[in-house]
């Protein structure tokens, strides 16, 4: 089979990674409107979609030949190679999962827990953390812990987020879960200093007994300039199908080496090391990404098509990527924040904030701003999936400044 990795983009003698639209020709997004929700479920630019498009056709024509286990093993590793990219590290540290909320399921339904330990979480987590934490916590006697971080989102200070957390942090606090970037009201948190913090509270704790952190990152990865590594969690959990724009179906989990160790994977693998060693009789191992990938058949047109989906991404540039969309964002906020009947939610300060933008608007629900920005003003914007709903709009590498202060104007008009 040719390489799927090196798929390149449909245009690609015209496509110039430095000039945003070209980058935004790269997808088929309908210009009937502007994409301010792009970053929850990603469109694919082109060379993700010839990359789909011809694992699908390999598999129609032969599936005998490439729909079995080897193939998966060997386009998997490929995918967790290039991962690296954004992760630092190896890519033995990746298990390649469907989702966020897949990798999330399994890593709170696997972490080694024993009855009277606790898990220690925030108020501002979504559903996927809340339900995976309170499914692990029917079936054992754990505890769970919920801290409230702030009040109001637009004045947080890193500092006092930082003390609620670690002031919340008990004797049996075994694992801390949190959110990189809050898809309630668009706070990110201040996460190395907060495992930074973590860490000082382990240094009298035996390695068994350190709190770990986990992190839902999925509205930081691939927007925020940072690598995975160096954010100092123990967890890291996202997928590629938002601010990547990778293929739809396609996340994973990383840890640091040594913490892969306390989690036992639930769905078996498919590795070659963990299929051995059960015909022989013997318990499944091996590396830990391999280990703690769940196995079966796959999506694999779009599992095999991460590569192309780094390259595209990295080719244009993370940092670059970042600056322009903190910049819209930025202009967003100064934007909203001149309209006296909108209320904007989310930090100015950019330290505290990334890609999403969360606002109330007097006498209108979020649910109905959403749906009349779209319908009279061609914006597409959403309502936050949570209780207090907010209205969240969410500049991009395929939305422009322009279409910014088009934004700002079609929700002056909403009263
Ligand atoms: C913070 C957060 N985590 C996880 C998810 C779910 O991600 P996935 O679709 O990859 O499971 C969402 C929204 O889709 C989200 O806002």
């Not at 983009?9 to 929700?37: C, G, I, M």
């Not at 080719?315 to 969309?325: F, N, S, V």
Request: charged fraction near 20%; hydrophobic fraction near 40%.
């Amino acid at each position: 089979m040719s390489e799927i990795a090196t798929a390149s983009p449909a245009d690609a003698e015209k496509f110039d990674a430095n000039d945003w639209s070209s980058v935004r020709r790269q997808f088929s997004l309908t210009p009937e409107y502007a994409h301010f929700s792009a970053f929850m479920l990603a469109s694919h630019p082109a060379p993700v979609r010839a990359a789909v498009a011809h694992v699908e056709q390999v598999l129609d024509e032969r599936p005998q030949d490439y729909g079995l286990g080897m193939h998966d093993l060997r386009h998997g590793a490929l995918a967790r190679q290039a991962l690296t990219t954004y992760t630092g590290g190896t890519a033995d540290q990746i298990a390649l999962t469907d989702s966020a909320t897949m990798g999330l399921g399994l890593l709170y339904g696997g972490f080694e827990l024993h009855e009277g330990d606790e898990v220690l979480t925030t108020e501002h987590e979504f559903y996927s953390t809340r339900e995976s934490i309170r499914l692990r916590a029917r079936r054992d006697k754990i505890s769970v812990r919920t801290v409230r971080l702030y009040d109001d989102p637009a004045t947080v200070s890193a500092d006092a987020m930082i003390g609620k957390l670690v002031e919340a942090i008990g004797p049996r606090t075994k694992l801390i879960a949190l959110t990189w970037v809050h898809s309630s009201t668009g706070v990110k948190l201040p996460l190395r200093e907060i495992c930074d913090a973590v860490e000082v509270v382990n240094m009298p704790r035996s390695d068994n007994d350190r709190v770990l952190v986990a992190v839902d990152g999925v509205h930081g990865f691939a927007v925020e300039d940072a690598i995975v590594a160096d954010l100092h969690c123990d967890f890291f959990v996202t997928s590629t199908h938002k601010w990547l724009f990778g293929p739809r179906g396609t996340g994973f989990v990383w840890a640091q080496p040594d913490t892969w160790r306390r989690v036992r994977p639930i769905v078996p693998s498919f590795s070659k090391s963990a299929l051995v060693r059960e015909m022989a009789g013997k318990i499944p191992a091996g590396p830990p990404g391999e280990l703690n990938s769940p196995g079966g058949y796959h999506s694999y047109s779009a599992r095999w098509a991460v590569p192309a989906a780094v390259e595209f991404h990295s080719g244009i540039g993370l940092p670059r990527i970042a600056e322009y969309t903190k910049a819209q964002a930025t202009q967003l906020k100064a934007g909203l924040a001149e309209l006296p009947h909108v209320r904007v939610a989310t930090p100015a300060d950019p330290a505290l904030s990334s890609g999403i933008v969360c606002c109330s608007i007097d006498g209108v629900s979020a649910e109905e701003a959403a749906e009349r920005l779209l319908r009279e003003h061609g914006i597409s914007a959403g309502a936050t999936p949570y209780r207090d709903s907010l209205l969240r709009i969410g500049p991009s590498m395929v939305t422009t400044p322009e279409e910014v202060d088009r934004a700002v104007r079609a929700i002056a008009a909403l009263r």
